[in-house]
């Protein structure tokens, strides 16, 4: 049985859901400002209370919204987890969008990782009318 636990999570089981899927280490100062500043987080939890999956929202909360590091671990994979979690991130913005509006949920994927998004009513771009994501590292 897979429950999800709404704004709780640590830091701890933050960095332990990044290494376990090979994601940049970061400093706890950036894992606390990355948590403190989302919308709204939502973690996973096993049947022994154990984390296996993540995923929270950042962004203005009335324009646009990215999901932020939908996280499942390896052997949670393929079990319904991401999906859980996405369905979830999904509701929670379309419960704080203006009635008669629309909001803009965007997120960047994984290499690969197209196909469980585009489940999820999500367009890869670049389509026709919107050009490709882009970004940029500054280190």
Request: one cysteine or more.
């Amino acid at each position: 049985m897979i429950s999800l636990v709404e704004q709780d999570i640590t830091i701890e089981e933050y960095a332990f859901l990044r290494q376990q899927v090979g994601w940049k280490k970061l400093s706890h100062s950036q894992m606390e400002q990355a948590i403190a500043n989302s919308l709204f987080v939502v973690k996973a939890v096993d049947h022994d209370n154990r984390v296996i999956g993540m995923g929270r929202i950042v962004g203005d909360g009335a324009v646009i919204c990215y999901i932020q590091d939908l996280i499942v671990i390896p052997e949670a994979q393929t079990k319904g987890v991401g999906s859980k979690i996405i369905d979830r991130l999904i509701e929670y913005v379309d419960s704080i969008r203006e009635e008669g509006t629309a909001m803009m949920l965007c997120l960047m994927c994984a290499k690969g990782r197209e196909p469980f998004y585009e489940k999820h009513n999500f367009v890869a771009r670049p389509t026709s009318d919107l050009g490709p994501g882009m970004i940029q590292y500054l280190t």
